[in-house]
């Protein structure tokens, strides 16, 4: 039986933090042995803001590092670099020449970046969501697992197939294939450390707001220390005036893998000097396991090289694949 595809991506912009595990690489490997999954490293994503180039090597091998520490198994999962695969920078081309301007300027990550750059914004900041189109356009996925956040760039992914397939396609023969996105509720959206109502991100300037996956045990103790909370005494789930006790629940619920009625049983009579300890124990367990992978992979540069090549030529294939019966709709000549 043909697995269904999946495909997904994180950008290598550092601070890799429980988000982008809990949201997104987590249930990859969860998934992985039921799909033929695609996972690669977002690094033309990564300059669309400014970025350091002595950095972009390092963080993209760190990422696949993580890939592979996390649990990706290279039997289902084949990991790739995105600037390695050229079709994805060809087909944004393309497709930007058919998506209209103002879906781009509707984009809510793309407001709330511009707005934090102020003057300094550029026009592939503008045009990311149309990239990461092409990323997911390029392979026919079945499923795309992601965070809550990138929701609205899969629309997006799903109404430029669309247009596409409209304008140059047969109706019973759609060049691009419609990708549903794959969310997982419980993990989704977890919230910054230092205020629950905002989600926990690479490009928060504190440090403090985010556990990122490498942070030693003393770190997480002391971000858990000194993270929000509130002055009531029994923890709940769910309550709209309490967002951050909400999200430390949570995070006890999936990092220690008990049930939400479990914890919130367990949870209902504590305060925080209870709470905080516990989280804290399940947290520095929880990213052991990955910590001590992740130093035996990153000590084998050639393995990660040879994980990348082979990677490379399996996702090339099928890219350039795409992007022939792309160009081929859109009436380019062969080349000779
Ligand atoms: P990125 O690098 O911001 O995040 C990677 C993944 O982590 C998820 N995530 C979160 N999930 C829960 N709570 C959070 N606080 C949190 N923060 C991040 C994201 O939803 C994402 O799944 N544009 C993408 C990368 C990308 C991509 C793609 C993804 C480029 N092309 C094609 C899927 C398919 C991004 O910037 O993710």
């Not at 670099?81 to 497709?95: D, P, Y």
């Not at 919130?264 to 925080?272: I, K, L, N, V, Y």
Request: hydrophobic share 40%; glycine share 6%.
């Amino acid at each position: 039986m043909v697995r269904q595809r999946v495909l997904s991506g994180v950008q290598p912009t550092g601070n890799y933090h429980l988000g982008n595990y809990l949201g997104a690489i987590r249930n990859w490997v969860a998934g992985q042995s039921q799909y033929d999954n695609f996972l690669f490293v977002a690094d033309l994503h990564a300059i669309t803001v400014p970025h350091d180039p002595k950095r972009l090597a390092a963080d993209t091998y760190s990422l696949v590092g993580l890939y592979l520490a996390c649990g990706l198994d290279l039997k289902d999962s084949t990991i790739f670099v995105q600037s390695h695969v050229s079709a994805h920078s060809e087909l944004t081309w393309l497709l930007n020449c058919i998506t209209p301007l103002n879906w781009l300027e509707d984009m809510i990550q793309f407001r709330e970046k511009a707005i934090k750059q102020g003057e300094n914004v550029n026009t592939g900041l503008l045009d990311y969501p149309v990239l990461m189109a092409s990323d997911i356009l390029l392979y026919k996925p079945d499923k795309v697992p992601v965070g809550e956040d990138q929701k609205q760039h899969l629309e997006l992914t799903r109404d430029i197939a669309n247009r596409f397939n409209h304008q140059f396609a047969h109706p019973k023969q759609p060049v691009l294939k419609l990708p549903e996105p794959l969310i997982i509720a419980e993990g989704a959206r977890v919230m910054s450390l230092a205020d629950g109502t905002r989600k926990m991100s690479k490009s928060d300037p504190s440090d403090l707001s985010r556990i990122n996956l490498l942070d030693p045990p003393e770190q997480i103790e002391y971000k858990i220390k000194r993270c929000k909370t509130d002055p009531i005494r029994g923890l709940v789930f769910d309550d709209p005036e309490r967002p951050e006790c909400n999200n430390l629940l949570t995070l006890y619920m999936l990092l220690a893998g008990k049930t939400k009625t479990a914890v919130a049983a367990e949870c209902q009579d504590m305060g925080w000097g209870q709470f905080k300890p516990l989280l804290t124990e399940v947290t520095i367990a929880a990213l052991k396991p990955i910590q001590d992978k992740y130093q035996a992979v990153m000590d084998d540069q050639g393995y990660l090289e040879s994980v990348l090549r082979s990677g490379r030529q399996k996702a090339e294939a099928i890219a350039n694949d795409t992007l022939n019966q792309v160009k081929a709709a859109l009436g380019y000549t062969v080349p000779l």
